[in-house]
């Protein structure tokens, strides 16, 4: 017989289990509330979670934590009952999610009708005028009852609330939110203390930093003799035994995308080095699920993506306090490692600090094309830095992390699991002819069979913006074992491989200069024009400004991909065989389509520059 524990966490976490960031707002909201419990009682390793030890605690972590959902301290039978399910669930956030959708009475008590009143009424208790909770009902009383002046008949007339419901409704909204509101933030958290995380970090994967910079290196394209720009690198490092668990180098730009290729990179085994890196002499064990991810607090580490998927991999995320820059310590050393000791001699390197900056041009001085560099740089990695003495030399990051390797159990989590827990959530109503998403249309035998049972409706699903030849669509006929199955995009030739970032750019490009038609004729017809004018604009040397070129760079995908494969060159041959200029799309205009003004012949080709307005 299956052990309970085992078959639970079979249940959630098997590889094409739905994620967490899949299931309702409201139901993975109050699964973040019980965490918060979960986490914090675990995190005390006390003897025992008896309700005598852990009432007190409970009673901490309910004066020290705002709350969306939980509106009152819970038990110590609930806070038990929620740490079972949660190891139960291979500690995993999916096992707070309540199970109690469907039982009893879930109708809101509320007229919708009535809503956008109460709202109002909340932000006008929110002021920094400090309005009576009395004040506030009194303004929700006035609006409902203007408009009952409107509303004629008396059934239909708008009721109010009571003082007693809307008082509670204030309770639920973010009682630290509301009260930096009324009496300013610095009072504010003097009442809302936030728990702050042990600062003794004793084991590898404890902790583990993360951020951004672009490289003081310019890169050059491996066929053409241009300089393709200086790429950018996400790092993620671990702050026991400052090693590099992950990274990402490339033209994307920092965001969503860059973090999750380099979560990814730090969380699988690296078996490829050996493949493709075979002057590296030293083994790279860095791997595994932190327990915490510290950031700073730009918008790319503000991403829902990225919480919720965190929170399926149980791994905290804790930003930064503002103007603390020293907080990221290891992260700020070890950039600085990278541009003084790998980049000091290169050449293409960027000298910010010369005063005569006609003395020295790297644009001119660039050879290392990114392939070139990414070898260099896993040998400088994994053979230089990785067995060097950091941290002032107290620290030698490979020992520190062997140390550990026997007290820290790291689980090896499936690739494709994994990718689908990184992949970002969307829906769109499976039609009779499939799911159209951003004007790419998908469809299986799996997805009709999907529809034949529950009819046209909204379906949830996830998808890769680095390859928008495929989705993966929840299949929820039952909702005790909610799966993904994979839908193809219907014109392979035109979606595979093709990256999120480029099919915006050939949408925007066909709206300007071609017909403005969304069809997958236009838009491949679009494609092709893109990557006839790149080779052109290459061929022809014209406009060879660094911006443009590092635009390209990131069209073309130049650095690590997936497969911690290279893509070196923006130079595609593909499609050059056979092209014949841009075919006239076969579907007929609709009069419900947008067209922009500049006919087709007023856009042929002669001019081979890209336009300066397109973002790339």
């Not at 702050?239 to 730090?266: D, N, Q, T």
């Not at 644009?363 to 990695?381: D, E, G, N, R």
């Amino acid at each position: 017989m299956i052990h309970q524990q085992n078959l639970k966490e079979r249940e959630l976490l098997k590889n094409d289990a739905i994620d967490f960031a899949s299931y309702p707002e409201k139901l993975k909201q109050e699964a973040r509330d019980r965490y918060i419990y979960v986490i914090n009682v675990l995190d005390r390793q006390l003897p025992s979670i008896s309700e005598q030890r852990i009432v007190p605690v409970i009673g901490e972590i309910w004066k020290g934590n705002s709350f969306e959902i939980i509106d009152k301290e819970p038990s110590a039978r609930s806070v038990q009952r929620w740490i079972s399910a949660y190891i139960k669930a291979g500690n995993s956030i999916r096992g707070l999610i309540s199970t109690n959708a469907e039982k009893g009475n879930r109708q809101a008590k509320v007229d919708p009708l009535v809503e956008p009143y109460i709202q109002s009424s909340i932000e006008h208790f929110k002021q920094l005028e400090r309005p009576t909770v009395a004040k506030s009902y009194d303004h929700l009383q006035t609006l409902i009852n203007y408009e009952n002046i409107k509303i004629s008949a008396p059934s239909k007339k708008l009721k109010v609330m009571s003082q007693t419901a809307f008082i509670k409704r204030l309770e639920k909204e973010a009682k630290k939110q509301l009260m930096i509101a009324r009496m300013g933030k610095e009072e504010a958290n003097k009442l809302f203390k936030t728990a702050k995380f042990p600062q003794e970090i004793s084991l590898i994967l404890q902790r583990v930093e993360s951020d951004h910079t672009q490289l003081d290196l310019f890169i050059v394209d491996e066929k053409e003799s241009l300089v393709l720009g200086r790429p950018y690198v996400t790092a993620i490092l671990d702050y026991k035994s400052k090693s590099v668990l992950g990274f990402y180098i490339g033209f994307e730009k920092p965001s969503y995308l860059s973090i999750a290729r380099a979560l990814r990179h730090a969380i699988l085994p690296k078996s490829y080095v050996k493949e493709l890196y075979e002057d590296v002499e030293n083994d790279w064990e860095c791997y595994g699920i932190p327990r915490v991810l510290i950031v700073d607090r730009g918008k790319d580490f503000e991403s829902i993506a990225l919480r919720d998927a965190c929170l399926d991999l149980n791994i905290r995320i804790q930003r930064n306090p503002g103007k603390h820059p020293w907080y990221k310590g290891s992260m700020e050393s070890y950039f600085k490692s990278l541009n003084n000791d790998l980049l000091n001699d290169m050449k293409g390197k960027v000298f910010p600090n010369i005063v005569d900056s006609n003395s020295y041009n790297p644009q001119k001085h660039a050879v290392l094309t990114m392939s070139s560099f990414l070898k260099i740089f896993h040998i400088w990695l994994i053979d230089i830095y990785q067995q060097k003495k950091v941290s002032r030399g107290k620290i030698i990051p490979s020992v520190s992390w062997k140390e550990d390797l026997d007290r820290v159990p790291r689980r090896v989590m499936n690739a494709d699991a994994l990718n689908l827990v990184l992949a970002e959530s969307a829906s769109r109503k499976n039609n009779s002819d499939g799911i159209i998403f951003e004007h790419i249309r998908y469809d299986s035998d799996d997805l009709a069979k999907l529809r034949a049972e529950t009819g046209f409706r909204k379906v949830e699903f996830k998808f890769n913006r680095e390859d928008l030849g495929y989705i993966f669509v929840k299949d929820d006929r039952n909702p005790r074992s909610n799966t993904y199955f994979t839908v193809p995009a219907l014109n392979q030739k035109y979606a595979k491989g093709l990256s999120r970032h480029q099919h915006r750019i050939i949408l925007a490009f066909n709206r300007k200069y071609l017909d403005g038609l969304t069809d997958l004729e236009s838009l491949a017809a679009a494609k092709m024009k893109i990557k006839r004018l790149i080779r052109e604009n290459l061929e022809s040397r014209k406009d060879k400004s660094t911006s443009t070129i590092q635009n390209v760079s990131r069209w073309s995908g130049v650095g690590q991909q997936a497969d911690q494969s290279v893509k070196s060159t923006v130079k595609d041959e593909s499609d050059k065989e056979g092209y014949h200029g841009i075919p006239k799309p076969t579907v007929a205009k609709s009069k419900n389509v947008k067209t922009t003004n500049a006919p087709i012949s007023g856009f042929d080709g002669s001019k081979n520059t890209l336009p300066d307005d397109l973002d790339f």
